[in-house]
């Protein structure tokens, strides 16, 4: 997703390169002179948007999280029921379904403990754990 700030940055940068004055019907026919300045902004601003949708698609900070449920998917042909976590994964699966715009179906379990559902499986948040934790997945019994 392209931030506000930077589409109207970009429509600033464009918008400086028509020319003014005695030189808007050249502007206006593309052949208006262009400062190398006014060209390299252009170019490092639509690199910045390029890097922002790159970095908006990415699933990085939860790669630890779906490393194991790929490994248990493998194992057992379904996802994992649950998967204890610390604080700091729990807050990266929270920011990427708000970024992706997916619903937050948060809930708690039998003992209290706070839960959220990624994709087919329960994260439990465990605050007793290092903040990086993600446990060994397992099955309701």
Same mark, same amino acid.
């Given at each position: 997703?392209?931030? *506000? *700030?930077?589409?109207?940055?970009? %429509?600033?940068?464009? %918008?400086?390169?028509? %020319? *003014?004055?005695?030189?808007?019907? !050249?502007?206006?026919? %593309?052949? !208006?002179?262009?400062s190398d300045r006014s060209v390299q902004?252009?170019?490092?601003?639509?690199?910045?948007?390029t890097s922002a949708v790159y970095a908006a698609q990415s699933f990085d900070a939860i790669r630890p999280i779906r490393t194991k449920q790929i490994d248990w998917l493998k194992a057992t042909n379904k996802f994992p029921d649950f998967i204890d976590v610390g604080v700091d994964m729990w807050m990266n699966v929270h920011d990427t379904l708000i970024r992706? &715009? &997916?619903?937050?179906?948060l809930g708690r379990d !039998?003992?209290? *403990?706070?839960?959220?559902?990624?994709?087919?499986? &329960?994260?439990?948040?465990?605050?007793?754990?290092?903040?990086?934790?993600?446990?060994?997945?397992y099955d309701a019994k």
């Open positions: 997703m392209i931030d *506000r *700030r930077e589409l109207l940055t970009l %429509g600033g940068l464009f %918008g400086t390169l028509a %020319g *003014r004055g005695e030189n808007a019907d !050249a502007a206006a026919l %593309g052949t !208006a002179d262009v902004d252009v170019v490092s601003a639509l690199k910045s948007i992706l &715009q &997916q619903p937050l179906v !039998a003992i209290g *403990r706070y839960t959220m559902t990624l994709e087919f499986t &329960q994260l439990v948040l465990r605050p007793d754990v290092t903040p990086e934790y993600v446990s060994v997945p």
